[in-house]
């Protein structure tokens, strides 16, 4: 079987198992074992918070919404993999780590900086590689050389937020870069051995279902290896809280969401990894919308609405 074969075998066998392509079996096929991420905080700011480029941040954002609590900055890096990597293993068995370095920018400094960062990360046992939560305005050329090299021999995931391919959604949520630039990223980054990723928000209310949908279409074909969705949820601390409490706006049922992912899996290659289905925040941070749902209830909902509708990640793709 060639390699070309192969790859769509895997491919067919990864989406008849959920009906859509997904991280954790891909990672396991990969890696022959149970692979999990382990969050870390490196003590990074963003350039939309620091001046930079603005201020303020990205409206919807407060990190502590989803630091876990063994990625504390105040705590050296390497406590808080070890600390991390064993929690996973007890917890869920797993063999091999990617170290997610995952507040804020995590480019957002200069090589010399990063570099010794993360080489203590790699150079953990049992740690396969690094995924670097980032900014398209945040990866120059000498940045992407060296992650170039070290993607030879170890697994290495470049997180380029997006969040929407809607440049007044960008600008409203004060993003600081407009959908050109994250293509621009993108184009620079491919070809280096590099896995690329996007994070994309489903449910900002001035954004019509159609233009939401339009998003997958827009990412199929640009390289993109893996897809984090989340859906638009309001946290305590950020600005778009302050919105939503002066002049409350819809947000996105339970229900409602679970047939919009499903539309939007319909219209997205199945060549790209779904590495993550909705957005998640712990009760006591989270402002809305309240669903009263355990992670493994959302997702086991939207895979039983694939099987309910009979269809399946790619399904609306037009081949060319």
């Known amino acids: 079987m060639s390699e070309s074969q192969s790859r769509i075998s895997s491919l067919e066998s990864r989406i008849n198992k959920t009906r859509y392509n997904a991280y954790g079996p891909f990672l396991k096929e990969k890696f022959g074992c149970r692979v999990y991420k382990v969050s870390v905080d490196a003590g990074f700011s963003c350039p939309n918070r620091d001046g930079t480029v603005a201020r303020g941040g990205c409206t919807y954002c407060n ?143 001035w954004e019509t279902r159609e233009e939401m949908l339009n998003t997958a ?18 946290v305590r601390g950020s600005a778009m809280e302050s919105e ?7 947000l996105l049922g339970f229900e409602e969401y679970t047939d919009l992912a499903v539309d939007f899996l319909e219209r997205l290659s199945p060549d790209i990894i779904v590495e993550r289905l909705f957005g998640f925040a712990p009760e006591d941070q989270l402002v809305g919308p309240i669903w009263r749902k355990t992670k493994a209830e959302i997702k086991r909902h939207i895979e039983q609405r694939l099987v309910e509708r009979n269809t399946y990640q790619g399904r609306l793709v037009v081949s060319d």
């Not at 470049?158 to 993108?186: K, P």
């Not at 939503?244 to 819809?250: A, C, I, M, R, W």
Request: aromatic share 12%; hydrophobic share 40%; net charge positive.
């Open 217 to 234: 279409a827009a990412l199929s074909g640009k390289g993109l290896n893996f897809l984090k969705l989340h859906h638009l949820h309001i």
């Open 63 to 205: 990190n502590d919404s989803f630091r876990p609590r063994t990625a504390a900055g105040f705590k050296p890096l390497i406590e808080q993999i070890r600390e991390g990597t064993t929690y996973l293993k007890r917890r869920y068995g797993a063999g091999k780590f990617i170290v997610y370095f995952q507040p804020y920018t995590n480019t957002h400094a200069p090589l010399e900086a990063l570099v010794p960062l993360y080489e203590v990360a790699v150079a953990q046992p049992e740690v396969v590689g690094i995924s670097l939560g980032t900014r398209p305005d945040c990866v120059d050329e000498k940045k992407l050389a060296w992650l170039e090299q070290l993607a030879r021999d170890r697994f290495v995931t470049v997180e380029y937020g997006l969040e929407s391919m809607h440049n007044r959604t960008l600008a409203r949520i004060n993003r600081g870069h407009d959908f050109q630039c994250w293509l621009d990223a993108m184009r620079r980054t491919r070809d280096r051995g590099i896995w690329l990723c996007a994070h994309v928000i489903l449910g900002f209310p």
């Open 244 to 250: 939503y409490q002066s002049n409350p706006f819809p």
